[in-house]
């Protein structure tokens, strides 16, 4: 087979080239990941005889709901209006399929051989039954009195994730790998770098926290598996219907409930895309007499924001403490929680994570909740367990955490910059050479996942790291 790759510049190809097996053509479930033309300095994405991670066609992603113990605080009512600084644009929608209401098309790249495989055969478990959550809240609220927002949005997004596949034009909204085969395949050859630098170990652990339809570990994987990257797979998942499909897709995988039941006897790599937005946050306002957290209570049978009339100075920064009066923060004990055991794990056993998710570089004032519904903004309050709450993650804390928990921060940086910087345009050039009809879907692709205005700048990887384990590329 003639080698036709290009060479990006950022691997040794020396270790590599000797260990690459032969190979022809993996079939994306949307389209091909083709090969004999691209390489990250030794990382040749060449042909193989068929998938090398079965195709997954399952529900999004099922983000484990952290539930709070029911308040204690009383509350009043909000003051009206409240005076909260205005955050910049939220353009988190913009990424997803608007205004268009039929999705992007996958260009299609399949060869004419072989024939696709057989759909897998899943056994699906029950389907939860419906349940009127907002009535649910409303009797709590009546009973004990207002609830916390985390406990609101663990929940909510506990019922909407079990219950549908939000992902897609019949969904909710869309995340980076099913935009394009190109984000997870990078995601891969990251890995495969990090793995070979270290040795090319044969037991270590891969790990994926809400993994959704699986098509992030099924292009990571596959990419990183033409080097010999052969590791365990786990998912953190609590979804029974995922967990089926996942089991399906990916034999011999693990699940886990939760961080806690991880191995700890190898190093993880760990990759975390669109998982700390949807953890519970709390919101707390600054008020005359020092931060008040905001509650959720009743006005008749509407679900709305009060504030409750128990101090919660101790939970804002103290960089905020002297806040002007109606300034709004955010704050997620629960993302703290995952970061942490994410970072003693990479301390005590080594390892890399990636934290792909949207939000600032730092901390600002004003309300970044949002919920998402067939594509929309609606009211946060309004459907519970009916849309995808989400909000900012605090990339600044984030980093503190890790830091504070033995980890070493490779760097933090914006989406669009770090493809860049992994070769996303030399992969679509790869792809265009091949399949110019494909032109107009491919460049639209590329552009969604690395343009300021869509993903490229709004959204941020941050990389980690356990002692002693090398730097990441794409953090310059």
Same mark, same amino acid.
């Given at each position: 087979?003639?080698?036709?790759?290009?060479?990006?510049?950022?691997?040794?190809?020396?270790?590599?080239?000797?260990?690459?097996?032969?190979?022809?053509?993996?079939?994306?479930?949307?389209?091909?990941?083709?090969?004999?033309?691209?390489?990250?300095?030794?990382?040749?994405?060449?042909?193989?005889?068929?998938? &090398?991670?079965?195709?997954?066609?399952?529900?999004?992603?099922?983000?484990? &709901?952290? $539930?709070?113990?029911?308040?204690?605080?009383?509350?009043?009512?909000?003051?009206?209006?409240?005076?909260?600084?205005?955050?910049?644009?939220?353009?988190?929608?913009?990424?997803?399929?608007?205004?268009?209401?039929?999705?992007?098309?996958?260009?299609?790249?399949?060869?004419?051989?072989?024939?696709?495989?057989?759909?897998?055969?899943?056994?699906?478990?029950?389907?939860?039954?419906?349940?009127?959550?907002?009535?649910?809240?409303?009797?709590?609220?009546?009973? $004990?009195?207002?609830?916390?927002?985390?406990?609101?949005?663990?929940?909510?997004?506990?019922?909407?994730?079990?219950?549908?596949?939000?992902?897609?034009?019949?969904?909710?909204?869309?995340?980076?790998?099913?935009?394009?085969?190109?984000?997870?395949?990078?995601?891969?050859?990251?890995?495969?770098?990090?793995?070979?630098?270290?040795?090319?170990?044969?037991?270590?652990?891969?790990?994926?926290?809400?993994?959704?339809?699986?098509?992030?570990?099924?292009?990571?994987?596959? &990419?990183?598996?033409?080097?010999?990257? &052969?590791?365990?797979?786990?998912?953190?998942?609590?979804?029974?219907?995922?967990?089926?499909?996942?089991?399906?897709?990916?034999?011999?995988?693990?699940?886990?409930?939760?961080?806690?039941?991880?191995?700890?006897?190898?190093?993880?790599?760990?990759?975390?895309?669109?998982?700390?937005?949807?953890?519970?946050?709390?919101?707390?306002?600054?008020?005359?007499?020092?931060?008040?957290?905001?509650?959720?209570?009743?006005?008749?049978?509407?679900?709305?924001?009060?504030?409750?009339?128990?101090?919660?100075?101790?939970?804002?920064?103290?960089?905020?403490?002297?806040?002007?009066?109606?300034?709004?923060?955010? $704050?997620?004990?629960?993302?703290?929680?995952?970061?942490?055991?994410?970072?003693?794990?990479?301390?005590?056993?080594?390892?890399?994570?990636?934290?792909?998710?949207?939000?600032?570089?730092?901390?600002?004032?004003?309300?970044?909740?949002?919920?998402?519904?067939?594509?929309?903004?609606?009211?946060?309050?309004?459907?519970?367990?009916?849309?995808?709450?989400?909000?900012?993650?605090?990339?600044?804390?984030?980093?503190?955490?890790?830091?504070?928990?033995?980890?070493?921060?490779?760097?933090?940086?914006?989406?669009?910059?770090?493809?860049?910087?992994?070769?996303?345009?030399?992969?679509?050039?790869?792809?265009?050479?091949?399949?110019?009809?494909?032109?107009? $879907?491919?460049?639209?692709?590329?552009?969604?996942?690395?343009?300021?205005?869509?993903?490229?700048?709004?959204?941020?990887?941050?990389?980690?790291?356990?002692?002693?384990?090398?730097?990441?590329?794409?953090?310059?």
């Amino acid at each position: 087979m003639a080698d036709n790759t290009l060479d990006l510049g950022w691997i040794d190809c020396r270790r590599l080239r000797d260990a690459t097996p032969d190979a022809g053509q993996r079939q994306h479930q949307d389209g091909v990941s083709d090969g004999g033309e691209w390489r990250p300095r030794g990382l040749v994405l060449i042909d193989d005889a068929g998938p &090398a991670v079965p195709p997954v066609d399952a529900p999004a992603p099922v983000v484990a &709901a952290v $539930t709070p113990p029911a308040p204690t605080t009383s509350a009043v009512a909000e003051p009206e209006p409240v005076a909260v600084v205005t955050p910049e644009p939220d353009h988190r929608e913009e990424h997803e399929p608007q205004p268009e209401p039929e999705p992007e098309p996958q260009p299609n790249l399949a060869p004419a051989e072989p024939p696709a495989p057989e759909p897998l055969a899943v056994a699906r478990p029950d389907p939860v039954p419906p349940v009127d959550l907002g009535a649910t809240f409303r009797r709590l609220i009546r009973e $004990t009195g207002p609830i916390s927002l985390a406990h609101f949005m663990a929940e909510s997004n506990a019922r909407y994730y079990t219950t549908r596949d939000p992902l897609g034009a019949e969904g909710d909204f869309i995340t980076a790998p099913e935009i394009s085969q190109m984000f997870g395949e990078l995601v891969g050859l990251w890995l495969a770098d990090l793995w070979v630098r270290m040795g090319s170990r044969k037991h270590i652990h891969y790990v994926e926290l809400g993994p959704g339809r699986g098509t992030l570990a099924k292009d990571a994987l596959g &990419a990183a598996s033409r080097y010999g990257f &052969a590791p365990q797979v786990h998912f953190v998942e609590t979804s029974p219907t995922l967990r089926a499909l996942q089991s399906a897709a990916f034999p011999g995988c693990h699940h886990h409930h939760d961080l806690a039941t991880l191995p700890d006897d190898a190093p993880l790599l760990i990759v975390a895309n669109e998982f700390l937005d949807a953890l519970p946050i709390q919101q707390l306002v600054r008020a005359a007499e020092g931060w008040r957290e905001r509650l959720i209570g009743l006005d008749g049978d509407n679900l709305v924001f009060v504030l409750g009339d128990t101090p919660a100075d101790h939970l804002a920064p103290p960089s905020w403490r002297r806040a002007p009066q109606g300034t709004l923060i955010e $704050t997620s004990g629960a993302s703290v929680a995952v970061v942490s055991e994410l970072a003693m794990r990479l301390r005590d056993q080594g390892g890399a994570a990636l934290i792909i998710d949207y939000g600032g570089r730092e901390l600002s004032a004003g309300s970044t909740l949002q919920a998402l519904r067939a594509h929309k903004k609606v009211d946060p309050l309004a459907h519970p367990g009916e849309a995808d709450l989400t909000a900012h993650v605090d990339f600044e804390l984030m980093q503190q955490v890790a830091v504070r928990h033995g980890a070493d921060v490779m760097g933090l940086q914006t989406q669009g910059e770090w493809l860049l910087q992994l070769g996303i345009d030399t992969r679509l050039e790869a792809l265009l050479r091949r399949h110019p009809a494909e032109a107009a $879907t491919l460049r639209r692709q590329r552009d969604r996942l690395v343009r300021d205005d869509q993903m490229g700048v709004l959204f941020k990887v941050l990389g980690l790291a356990g002692r002693r384990w090398p730097m990441g590329v794409g953090f310059a």
